[in-house]
């Protein structure tokens, strides 16, 4: 009996002979182990490694170990031996600060004290209705010292293990200068004749900004917690409660596990603000020759004046806002 050929004129193959690609999977599972591991563990049973290479393998260990030994014994003496001079410089520092620090609350006693005096010489001096309209004017503008009922506003940080996963996306769980700056305008807002920020009085001058993490009132840093302290009408908590400020104020508080809270208070006390250094523009003595031959509403590129609000005239303050 033959076998008849293929329809394709080929003679059949030999079943045995098929070859079938390997399935990667199935050896993976089955040979987890590199092959090159398996190797060098039978040269090792073997003892294909010379003799001569561990003897010689020891004593080059030993030397790379003393010699890290050695560089970390080096760099710790050298750490050690600066650490003294850096503690010094930074013990210096700290103790330049805070006799600075103390030297400007003498000297703004000081001041306080003579403005004081000032005003009961300006007093004895002048009528009674003058001198009064006068110590309004003073309260009004921030230079001179208030007492009255009014509300305080504290603000905090977050603690420091509050699980930032979990806080949302409504901003940095630390007060930002911002966060001042929306309680006391909204304060103001409310009726308040007097605020203060953690015993900086606030005036018609005044700037809450930041400088890196600091956080400053008229140039002179506060730290956390933040009271912002103010005088006024009875009516002044209540309507504090109901603006934007305060909402949102009580939304980060809620998402970020920063401290909020509003609390009437009485009797209180704001100190006054410093004197403020008004400055007053003068007409030159004689007209600048260039100035004049200048034909009127031209200038020079890129020169404006100082009260001008082109395009890089003012600059925001620094700091993130919420």
């Known amino acids: 009996m033959t076998t008849a050929p293929s329809r394709d004129g080929e003679k059949e193959r030999d079943p045995s002979t098929r070859v079938y690609a390997p399935d990667f999977l199935t050896e993976l599972f089955r040979n987890p182990l590199d092959p090159g591991y398996g190797d060098a563990a039978a040269r090792r049973a073997t ?3 010379s003799r001569v290479r561990q003897v010689l393998g020891r004593p080059v260990s030993l030397l790379v170990l003393a010699v890290i030994g050695f560089l970390f014994a080096v760099a710790y003496r050298e750490t050690v031996a600066d650490e ?3 503690a010094t410089a930074r013990a210096g520092l700290v103790a330049e600060i805070k006799g ?3 030297e400007t609350d003498r000297l703004t006693e000081r001041a306080e004290q003579l403005r004081e005096e000032v005003g009961r010489q300006r007093d004895a001096t002048l009528s009674g209705s003058q001198a009064s309209r006068l110590r309004t004017l003073e309260a009004g503008t921030g230079l001179a010292r208030v007492r009255g009922d009014g509300v305080v506003v504290r603000l905090a ?3 420091a293990d509050q699980d930032g996963v979990t806080t949302g996306d409504a901003g940095p769980s630390r007060v930002l200068y911002s966060d001042l700056q929306k309680v006391a305008n909204a304060l103001w807002a409310a009726g308040a004749e007097a605020v203060a920020v953690n015993g900086q009085r606030l005036t018609a001058t005044s700037t809450i ?3 890196g993490e600091a956080i400053l009132v008229d140039y002179r840093p506060v730290t956390g917690p933040y009271e912002v302290q103010a005088i006024g009408p009875r009516s ?5 409660d109901q603006s934007r400020a305060a909402a949102l104020m009580r939304e980060v508080a809620r998402t970020t596990g920063l401290s909020f809270g509003v609390k009437r208070a009485d009797d209180l006390t704001l100190p006054a603000a410093p004197q403020p250094r008004l400055r007053y523009a003068e007409p030159p003595a004689t007209p600048s020759p260039s100035a004049s031959a200048r034909p009127s509403g031209s200038g020079a590129a890129g020169s404006s004046s100082p009260g001008s609000s082109g395009p890089g005239g003012s600059s925001s303050p620094s700091g993130g806002g919420r």
Do not use: C, Q, T
């Open 100 to 102: 600075r620090e103390a």
């Open 84 to 86: 003294p001079s850096r």
């Open 157 to 159: 940080d977050a603690a």
């Open 209 to 211: 900004r930041s400088a």
């Open 236 to 240: 002044m908590r209540d309507r504090f």
């Open 47 to 49: 003892g294909s490694v």
